[in-house]
């Protein structure tokens, strides 16, 4: 049929084309497949990237320039770890070098308020939410870029200690250890909040 576009991989149970089947078209040079993995995987990708840097702005540029990554390394990808995890690592890592050459970290007052909530919130309750936000802020701009991100990932994103050491290129073990200094850390940071 003229006109008719091919389809890139068959669907799976949910009707969806497998990453890893998309990944393999994507390094032929299947644009649409690319396209496909950009479009599932964005969203998560820039949360995370968000929350490691603290700024909209950086994390679009580490998530886009992660693409862009990806899209010349594909031929690199063989398939041994799942391509979310995969490029995972490549925008952990993209953030960890920006948060390492940003050091001393820059304030993360570029990441905007909270926004109110459609009922009455007395000035009280919003002055002690801002209060928060800022020393968790604070908090977290005393943890290492690594500690940071493996934090992130486990206690915000919710991962996996397998996925964050395979997202962060770290022993399981060491990802544990650096949650649990970060926690430590935080914990004690954040201690007037108790």
Known sequence: MAGARRQTAPP???GEIDDTLLAVRAAEGDEDAFAVLVQ???PALLRLATRLLGSRTEAEDAVQDAFISAWRRLPEF???SAFGTWIYRIVTNRCLNVLRARRP???LEAVGELPA???AVSPARITEARDAVRDLRDALDLL???QRACWVLRE???RSYEFVADAVGISQEAVRARVFRARRCLTHALGAWR
């Open 105 to 107: 970290l820059a304030p």
């Open 117 to 119: 909530p459609e009922h």
């Open 12 to 14: 799976d149970a949910r």
């Open 40 to 42: 599932r995987h964005a």
């Open 78 to 80: 063989h398939g041994r």
């Open 144 to 146: 290492s870029a690594e």
């Open 156 to 158: 915000l994103d919710g």
